[in-house]
C-alpha cells in the first residue's frame, strides 16, 4: 500500500521507510506536521503482521502528536516512528543504532522519545548516534520521567471538568472509578485521594489493584464493572477505544477524564457522551504532560516553567467546555477545530514570511 493511498494519510508532510540489511532494521518515521516546530513523537516497537498495519499505525499516531503539541501550546510539531519486530526477541543494539542513523537523515525535523516497546535502557543507546531524542534522563537536562507530569495534567484537567458539570471546585466526597494503576493512574489517585475523592480502582494486575486499594483506602473493582460502575468520574488510564457503541449507554458516571490514548472507539462517540449529559474531557488535552515534559528538555525549559504549563491544562480544558456548550458541538471535535486553528495559523505566517 502506498502511502498517498493509505486511508489515515492527512497531508503529511514526509513518510520515510528505512530498512538496514546488516541490522535487520525495518522501520517507519512519519512527520505529519512541522507547522509550529520540529515534528516530536516517541518511537514504537512492535510485532506488526505487515508493513500495510505497521504505516496505518504510523500515520494516526503522528497526526495525533501534531494535535497534542498544539493544543498544548508547544513549539513542537508532530511525528511518530515504528519499528517492525517483537522487543522481547528481535530488539538489538545494532537495530537501536541503526534506527538513529535513520533519524539523523531527517536533519533534526523529527526528534524522537518513548512509546511501547522502546523504553528508558534503550534511549540512551539511540543517543550515542543522534542528538535528535529527548524524554529520558539526560545530564546538565530536566528530568524524563513524564508519569508524574502527566498524572498532574490529568489531575488538573479532571477538576476542571467536575467544575464545569458539578459547579465545585473540589472532588472531595466524589465518587471517582481509575481504570489502570499503572504510574499516572496512581499519580491521580494520589492526589485524589489527598482531596477527599471516594475512589474505586481497578487494574488487570490485581497486585496493583490491591496496593492502591491499601494505600488510598479505595475499593476494588474488576476489569469488567470498572467502566458502567456506580461513580461521578470516571477516569479510564489504561486501555484506548474503551468509549464505544456498548459502554457509552451504559455509563453512569457524569464525567468522563482520564490519561489513556484514544478512549473513544470512533469520534462520533463524542456526540453520543453529549447527547447522554456525559462531560468528555479530550483524553490528548488532558494527558499532555508527557509531551511539555519532553519539549522541556528539548527547549532547556526550567521545572517551573514545566510546571506551569502543565497546570494550563485546566485552563484549556474549560475553554474547550465553554465553546463545546456554546457551539453544542462535541469536546473531541472542539479540541480538533482548536488545534487545527493553531497549526493554520502558524502555516500562515510560515508562508507570509516566505514571500
Not at 36 to 42: I, K
Not at 129 to 134: E, G, I, L, N, P
Not at 213 to 218: G, I, L, N, Q
Not at 271 to 290: H, T
Request: charged share 25%; proline share 4%; aromatic share 6%.
Amino acid at each position: 500500500m502506498s502511502a498517498f493511498e493509505a486511508a489515515d494519510f492527512d497531508h503529511h508532510e514526509t513518510v520515510a521507510f528505512f530498512d538496514d540489511k546488516a541490522s535487520g532494521l525495518r522501520a517507519i518515521i512519519s512527520i505529519h506536521s512541522t507547522a509550529l516546530g520540529p515534528a516530536c513523537g516517541g518511537t514504537r516497537m512492535y510485532p506488526y503482521a505487515n508493513g500495510d498495519e505497521a504505516l496505518t499505525d504510523v500515520l494516526r499516531l503522528s497526526r495525533g502528536m501534531s494535535y497534542k503539541s498544539a493544543i498544548a501550546g508547544l513549539p513542537l510539531g508532530g511525528g511518530k516512528a515504528v519499528i517492525i519486530g517483537d522487543p522481547a526477541t528481535d530488539k538489538s543494539e545494532a537495530k537501536l543504532l541503526a534506527y538513529a542513523n535513520a533519524v539523523n537523515t531527517l536533519g533534526g525535523r523529527y526528534i524522537t522519545a518513548m512509546d511501547v516497546g522502546i523504553g528508558p535502557k534503550d534511549l540512551p543507546i539511540v543517543a550515542r548516534r543522534t542528538k535528535y531524542v529527548a524524554g529520558f534522563d539526560q545530564p546538565g537536562k530536566t528530568g524524563g520521567d513524564s508519569g508524574p507530569l502527566t498524572a498532574l495534567g490529568v489531575f488538573v484537567g479532571l477538576k476542571a471538568a467536575v467544575k464545569h458539570k458539578f459547579g465545585t471546585d473540589s472532588t472531595k466526597g466524589m465518587r471517582i472509578a481509575i481504570q489502570g494503576m499503572g504510574k499516572v493512574g496512581m499519580g491521580l489517585a494520589k492526589q485524589l485521594h489527598q482531596e477527599g475523592a471516594q475512589l474505586l480502582v481497578s487494574d488487570v494486575d490485581r497486585q496493583a489493584a490491591a496496593k492502591a486499594a491499601e494505600t488510598f483506602k479505595a475499593e476494588v473493582v474488576s476489569p469488567d464493572a470498572i467502566v458502567t460502575a456506580d461513580c461521578d468520574v470516571f477516569s479510564p488510564n489504561a486501555l484506548g477505544a474503551i468509549l464505544d457503541d456498548r459502554t457509552v449507554p451504559a455509563l453512569r458516571a457524569k464525567v468522563v477524564a482520564g490519561g489513556a490514548n484514544n478512549q473513544l472507539a470512533r469520534d462520533e462517540h463524542g456526540e453520543s457522551l453529549r447527547q447522554r449529559g456525559v462531560l468528555y474531557a479530550p483524553d490528548y488535552v488532558i494527558n499532555g504532560g508527557g509531551i511539555i515534559r519532553v519539549a522541556g528538555q528539548i527547549f532547556s525549559w526550567d521545572d517551573a516553567d514545566i510546571e506551569r504549563r502543565v497546570l494550563g491544562i485546566a485552563d484549556t480544558v474549560a475553554e474547550i467546555f465553554r465553546r463545546s456548550d456554546a457551539d453544542s458541538v462535541p469536546t473531541n471535535a472542539i479540541a480538533d477545530r482548536m488545534a487545527e486553528e493553531r497549526m493554520a495559523n502558524a502555516a500562515g505566517k510560515m508562508a507570509h514570511a516566505a514571500e
